[in-house]
Every structure is written in structure tokens, then in C-alpha cells.
């Protein structure tokens, strides 16, 4: 994808007019005469997911990446061999107080990112925090308010705010396109033990720190985060209350967290976001669908569909019309004829041509947060975004583990946004 073209086409270049559903996109404005800056970052955990952030970072002219911290010596090793020359630490707080460093990547495991964030803004460093952002609720609170306090810019790891997919998506939803948004369905779903190699036993948990309760929230952190962000993307709203349900009813190796997860989060208005998610079974793979009472959205897929699909052509609509005269003069018991499975209607392409699976976001969100670090200007509402997807994470999280519906609590909804309550 050519980004320049799609900032060109969002309105971005040359000082136009931004689109409303991504007010966050106001970074590349501001990026007017920051081609002979760099922003020195360093990454504190370049496991596979800091890799791979890494692996955009180097493309970008504007980014240097000054520094490496990890304990795991083959983390490392693979970073190195992106960035051959860059300073290794084992001890993060020495990576915060490298002065050559202005901004941190946060890619370590979620029971660590607590504590690293807070450090980082303590020692004047701009901060990027892989999702989710806390362990608990009141640790990604505590995380936001000390980045408000910090004056520096903050970024959470929510890609598909660039993804182009989804950009589309917003775009039709908030103008009308698709009529009332009446609810919004989104899964992930895999075929995977989600284990990770381990070379000495000792090591089980430093590895698959996802399958423990002690590291990891599960499912929900590290899958429902991003589509439940998502769902307040479209709606603009905070559910209000939520229900959920998991279990480990496929890998029972001595994981603690659940293999499949359903959460039901509600709207004050009744209107709901649900989530499932089953790793023993992918044929459905992952998506949101995002149903309108004018038509429906999926952003993963790329297409959008209309209720009212245009007429057949002429022959084919003939022997629909032929068939209906037939079968309407016969009398039938129980169901009517019409069954009501699932329409055939094909849809359209957001981007008016087939995605590009790869082109997730990923990159366009760290050019942004280079541009960010380069003005020192935090754009508008993506930590907040950030925020609630962790949030909502959390409390579906906790609803599944208690076992009773949940309400959101006051005390932790954010007073800085207008179009969320």
C-alpha cells in the first residue's frame, strides 16, 4: 500500500480536512517539516511481537532505534539481527535512563506492563504499550492518568485505527451508509494449542506466559481487545454491563486460562456487542460483523453488504418470478417457503478492491507514534480508545471468572471524552 496516497486520499496531506471518524489521523498533519528528525526509540521486550514492530520501524527514515532490553538471550539474538548495532540492556531502568533514548516500545508480557509504563513516563520517556495495557482495571486507569500527568505522548497498540479496512468502515457507519447500527457480533476463532516451544522446562511459564493466570488474562487481553475497540469505534458508546461465560473444554494440558470464551456486553438501549472466541476449531477464522438495519459491515473481510440487493438480471429474474407464481398456489404446512438462511448477497469491497491481509494497520500506527514522538504532540483520542478496549477486556474477563453480570464502574470511565459515556 502506498501510504502517502492513502493520507492524500483521507485528507491528511496538504492540510485537508480529516475524516471524523479518525480524529487521531491529525499526527500527520502536524508533520510538516520533520524530515531531518528522528525519533530514537528503544524496545523493552523484542519478543516475536517487538520484532515485528521492529521490523516496520527500520523501514522509516524518521526512526532510530537506539536500544534493545530483554532477559531471554535469544530475544536478543533475533532483534540483533535486525538492528545489528544497537545497545543491549538486560535491566530496563538502564534503558530509561539512556538520554539518548526519547521514546520506549513496551512488548513485554501484560503482567509486566504496568510497571515499566509508569517507570518510563517517570523518566521523561514517550511511550507506545503493546495491548492490552494493564493486568487490572485499576492499573490501566492509573497508566492513562499518569500520561495525562506526564504531558508525553502516549500510544496503545490498537493497529486497526489505521487499518484502511476499518477506516472505510467508520466512515460508512458514522455517515448512514448502513442505517441504525442494531448490534455488532464479533469472534476469533483458531485451531491451535497456543503453546510456544520451550527448551528447558524451567522456562514453561517465561514462554507461555499466556496460558497463566499468574501473567495473562487470557483470551479476552489478548484477542477481544481488538474487536471490542471495535464495537465502541462504531457505536461511540460504552456498553453498560456485561455477562460472559468460558471454559477449558480442548487443551487440557495444565493451562489455567480458558480455550473458549463468550461475552455479551450491553448498550443502555439494549443494543449489544458479542464476543466468542474457541481455539479448537478456525473455520470461521475472525471477524466483526457489523450489523445495520440498512446493511451490514466486515472490516476484516473488507465488504460491506446492502439489505436491498439490486434486481437479478432479466432470464434469472424471470424463472424467480416464474418459480414464485408456481409455488404461491401451493398450500404448505408449518414453515412458509422463503427460508430465512443466510442472504447470498456477495457485498462490496470497502477499498473498492480485495485487502491485503498484511496490511493491517501495523505500520501506518508506528509511523504515527514516530511522528508524535518527533512533534511531542499527543493526537486526539488514541490512548483513550487504548483505554477502553483494555477496560472493556477486563471486565468481560472478570464477569467470566465471577460468573455474574458486570456493570461498568463510574469511577473508571474517563471524563475526557464527549462521544463516549
Known amino acids: 500500500m502506498d501510504r502517502r496516497e492513502f493520507l492524500k486520499d483521507l485528507g491528511v496531506a496538504g492540510g485537508g480536512t480529516l475524516l471524523a471518524s479518525t480524529p487521531w489521523f491529525s499526527v500527520f498533519s502536524e508533520a510538516k517539516n520533520t524530515e531531518k528528525h528522528k525519533a530514537r526509540i528503544g524496545i523493552i521486550g523484542p519478543g516475536s511481537r517487538g520484532c515485528l514492530l521492529m521490523s516496520f520501524l527500520v523501514q522509516n527514515p524518521k526512526v532510530e532505534i537506539v536500544a534493545i532490553c530483554d532477559i531471554y538471550q535469544p530475544s536478543i539474538d533475533e532483534a540483533l539481527k535486525i538492528t545489528p548495532n544497537t545497545k543491549v540492556y538486560n535491566d530496563y531502568q538502564e534503558l530509561l535512563a539512556d538520554k539518548s533514548v526519547d521514546a520506549v516500545i513496551v512488548s513485554t508480557p501484560l503482567f509486566r506492563h504496568y510497571q515499566i509504563v509508569m517507570d518510563a513516563f517517570d523518566a521523561g520517556k514517550h511511550v507506545f504499550c503493546e495491548k492490552s495495557l494493564g493486568y487490572t482495571i485499576d492499573e490501566a486507569y492509573q497508566m492513562y492518568h499518569r500520561y495525562l500527568s506526564s504531558g508525553k505522548v502516549f500510544f496503545i497498540g490498537q493497529q486497526r485505527l489505521f487499518d484502511p479496512r476499518y477506516i472505510k468502515a467508520m466512515e460508512m457507519i458514522h455517515q448512514g451508509v448502513i442505517g441504525e447500527v442494531a448490534a455488532i457480533r464479533a469472534f476469533w476463532f483458531r485451531n491451535h494449542d497456543w503453546r510456544r516451544p520451550v527448551p528447558s522446562p524451567e522456562l514453561e511459564r517465561h514462554i507461555n506466559w499466556r496460558l497463566y493466570k499468574e501473567y495473562s488474562r487470557g483470551l479476552m487481553t489478548e484477542l477481544a481487545c481488538h474487536q471490542l475497540q471495535i464495537g465502541t469505534w462504531a457505536t461511540r458508546l460504552i456498553p453498560d454491563s456485561v455477562m460472559g461465560h468460558g471454559a477449558i473444554t480442548y487443551w487440557k494440558d495444565g493451562r489455567e486460562v480458558e480455550d473458549n470464551i463468550s461475552c455479551i456486553y450491553v448498550f443502555e438501549d439494549g443494543r449489544k456487542i458479542t464476543f466468542d472466541s474457541v481455539i479448537s476449531n478456525k473455520f470461521y477464522g475472525l471477524e466483526e460483523q457489523i450489523l445495520g438495519n440498512k446493511g451490514t459491515i466486515e472490516p476484516e473481510a473488507g ?65 504515527a507514534f514516530a511522528e508524535a514522538v518527533i512533534t511531542e504532540k499527543q493526537p486526539p483520542l488514541i490512548a483513550e480508545e487504548g483505554y477502553y478496549a483494555t477496560a472493556l477486556s477486563l471486565l468481560g474477563y472478570q464477569a467470566i471468572t465471577e460468573k455474574r453480570m458486570l456493570t461498568f464502574p463510574d469511577e473508571y470511565k474517563l471524563n475526557y471524552l464527549n462521544h463516549k459515556k
Not at 470497502?350 to 491485503?356: C, Q
Request: charged residues 25%; glycine residues 8%.
Open 303 to 367: 465488504k460491506y453488504y446492502f439489505e436491498d440487493i439490486p434486481p437479478a438480471p432479466g432470464f434469472l429474474q424471470l424463472i424467480n418470478d416464474m418459480e414464485h407464481k408456481v409455488f404461491n398456489k401451493i398450500s404448505f404446512a408449518g414453515p412458509s417457503w422463503a427460508s430465512e438462511v443466510a442472504n447470498v448477497n456477495k457485498g462490496q469491497y470497502l477499498t473498492g478492491k480485495r485487502p491485503d491481509p498484511l496490511d493491517d494497520g501495523t505500520s501506518l500506527l508506528l509511523e
